[in-house]
């Protein structure tokens, strides 16, 4: 049924806006790429052909399963009845009623899922704020083995070039295995990146080093880290912590701890 409904749509998508526009409707960008999305909205005529596109295809998706939802329901009541004629007419009833809610939780469960992974993003995207390099005041030195990498890491990451970011600290951390801001840079890139595992990685390693500052940094990221994967009992575990330390975070910890719950 779905490619009928493609080819029914004039509209073609328009490749270079395709990635972005599903991030934007999956609730995978920030809070910062969501603004800038909008105000292009604004001008770009091609990106809201595209944004059009794709929400009008979402639709047809649901009213085509809808529609093969009541086919398959009328094939089961058909199934029925030729089974169990009259005189077992009360099993046929009982049948079609089964199997309609078979389909019908199935559908639930499929809804409910989605729908409970949208919540958690947009939780995340409420309480996620990239870390800004302007901030940065510590872990790095004019005697680095090697600042080139360390200031066009930061220029890279300024730009939202997370993977070219991500290499240059990674160069920064071979010369100087010691530079805790780095490490958080990486471990940004990482979750922007959606390699989450990667960035929980790099979280662990500053919070290993106990230092006071950086510690605190990578313990609230690493729990949106979590919020992100959906593991609810890891999240809620790493907010507690952040909670019982009272550090810089323990306030935001909480209320990200009630809107979970």
């Given at each position: 049924m779905i490619p009928n409904i493609r080819r029914c749509m004039k509209k073609k998508s328009n490749e270079n806006y395709s990635e972005r526009v599903q991030r934007y409707l999956m609730d995978g960008l920030n809070n910062a790429e969501i603004k800038l999305f909008k105000e292009e909205l604004k001008s770009n005529s091609l990106l809201m052909d595209e944004l059009k596109f794709q929400k009008n295809l979402e639709q047809a998706i649901i009213d085509d399963e809808l529609d093969e939802f009541k086919k398959r329901l009328d094939q089961f009541h058909k199934s029925a009845v030729n089974k169990h004629k009259s005189n077992r007419l009360g099993f046929s009833k009982l049948y079609l009623v089964?199997?309609?809610?078979?389909?019908?939780?199935?559908?639930?469960?499929?809804?409910?899922?989605?729908?409970?992974?949208?919540?958690?993003?947009?939780?995340?995207?409420?309480?996620y704020e990239r870390y800004e390099s302007v901030r940065t005041t510590r872990g790095f030195s004019t005697t680095s083995a090697d600042v080139a990498s360390y200031v066009n890491g930061l220029q890279e990451y300024?730009?939202?070039?997370?993977?070219k970011a991500k290499t240059l600290f990674l160069i920064v951390i071979e010369s100087e295995p010691e530079n805790i801001a780095a490490k958080l840079f990486i471990g940004i890139s990482y979750m922007e990146l959606d390699c989450v595992d990667e960035a929980i990685k790099s979280f662990n390693t500053i919070i290993e080093s106990k230092d006071t500052y950086y510690s605190q940094q990578a313990e609230w990221y690493k729990a949106l880290c979590?919020?992100?994967?959906?593991?609810?009992?890891?999240?809620?575990?790493?907010?507690?912590?952040?909670?019982?330390?009272?550090?810089?975070?323990?306030?935001?910890?909480?209320?990200?701890?009630?809107?979970?719950?």
């Amino acid at each position: 049924m779905i490619p009928n409904i493609r080819r029914c749509m004039k509209k073609k998508s328009n490749e270079n806006y395709s990635e972005r526009v599903q991030r934007y409707l999956m609730d995978g960008l920030n809070n910062a790429e969501i603004k800038l999305f909008k105000e292009e909205l604004k001008s770009n005529s091609l990106l809201m052909d595209e944004l059009k596109f794709q929400k009008n295809l979402e639709q047809a998706i649901i009213d085509d399963e809808l529609d093969e939802f009541k086919k398959r329901l009328d094939q089961f009541h058909k199934s029925a009845v030729n089974k169990h004629k009259s005189n077992r007419l009360g099993f046929s009833k009982l049948y079609l009623v089964a199997a309609s809610l078979v389909l019908l939780m199935s559908l639930l469960g499929i809804f409910f899922y989605q729908n409970g992974n949208s919540k958690i993003q947009h939780i995340f995207n409420d309480f996620y704020e990239r870390y800004e390099s302007v901030r940065t005041t510590r872990g790095f030195s004019t005697t680095s083995a090697d600042v080139a990498s360390y200031v066009n890491g930061l220029q890279e990451y300024e730009l939202a070039n997370y993977e070219k970011a991500k290499t240059l600290f990674l160069i920064v951390i071979e010369s100087e295995p010691e530079n805790i801001a780095a490490k958080l840079f990486i471990g940004i890139s990482y979750m922007e990146l959606d390699c989450v595992d990667e960035a929980i990685k790099s979280f662990n390693t500053i919070i290993e080093s106990k230092d006071t500052y950086y510690s605190q940094q990578a313990e609230w990221y690493k729990a949106l880290c979590y919020l992100k994967l959906n593991d609810e009992h890891e999240t809620i575990e790493q907010l507690d912590g952040i909670i019982e330390r009272k550090g810089y975070y323990a306030e935001n910890a909480a209320k990200l701890k009630v809107a979970i719950n």
